[in-house]
C-alpha cells in the first residue's frame, strides 16, 4: 500500500513568538517538513502541499518515507491533527508553555 499525505499526523499550532505571529505545521514524522500560515486554515493547505512534495522528492530518489506513526490516521484515511490531549495541553499551559511547546522566554529563562 503506497504512503499519501494523509497517512501521516501533522500538529498546527500558533506561534506568537516575537517575529513570528502565525500557524505554523509540522509534520510528526518528518519534523524537518513545515509549513506557516496566516490562519490555521492556510497553515494546513501548506503543509499538505508541502508533505506532497516531499514524498515525491522522496519517491523520485528512491528513498522510503518514514512509516506513519498514526494508525488512526492511516486506518480512516483522514490527516492528522492536533496531536497533544487536553489534559496534556493544560498542564503544559500551567507549567508556562502553550500547547506542549515551550516559549522562547521559559527556555531562556532556565539556568
Same mark, same amino acid.
Given at each position: $500500500?503506497? !504512503?499519501? @499525505?494523509?497517512?501521516? !499526523?501533522?500538529? @498546527?499550532?500558533?506561534? +506568537?513568538?516575537?517575529?513570528?505571529?502565525?500557524?505554523?505545521?509540522?509534520? $510528526? #514524522? $518528518?519534523?524537518?517538513? !513545515?509549513a506557516?500560515?496566516?490562519? $490555521?486554515?492556510?497553515?494546513?493547505?501548506? @503543509?499538505?502541499?508541502?508533505l #506532497?512534495?516531499? =514524498?515525491?522528492? =522522496?519517491e523520485?530518489?528512491? @528513498?522510503?518515507?518514514?512509516?506513519?506513526?498514526?494508525?488512526?490516521? +492511516?486506518?480512516?484515511?483522514? =490527516?492528522?491533527?492536533?496531536?497533544? +490531549?487536553?489534559?496534556?495541553? =493544560?498542564?503544559?499551559?500551567?507549567?508556562?508553555?502553550?500547547?506542549?511547546?515551550?516559549?522562547k522566554?521559559?527556555?531562556?529563562?532556565?539556568?
Amino acid at each position: $500500500m503506497k !504512503t499519501t @499525505i494523509k497517512d501521516y !499526523t501533522v500538529s @498546527i499550532w500558533y506561534s +506568537s513568538n516575537p517575529g513570528d505571529n502565525c500557524y505554523v505545521a509540522q509534520v $510528526m #514524522e $518528518m519534523p524537518n517538513v !513545515t509549513a506557516v500560515g496566516d490562519t $490555521m486554515e492556510e497553515a494546513a493547505r501548506e @503543509i499538505q502541499v508541502a508533505l #506532497e512534495l516531499n =514524498l515525491k522528492v =522522496l519517491e523520485e530518489d528512491g @528513498i522510503a518515507p518514514p512509516a506513519p506513526r498514526n494508525p488512526v490516521a +492511516s486506518a480512516f484515511g483522514r =490527516l492528522g491533527g492536533q496531536t497533544i +490531549s487536553a489534559k496534556k495541553r =493544560l498542564a503544559a499551559r500551567r507549567n508556562g508553555r502553550k500547547g506542549g511547546r515551550p516559549h522562547k522566554a521559559a527556555v531562556s529563562a532556565r539556568p
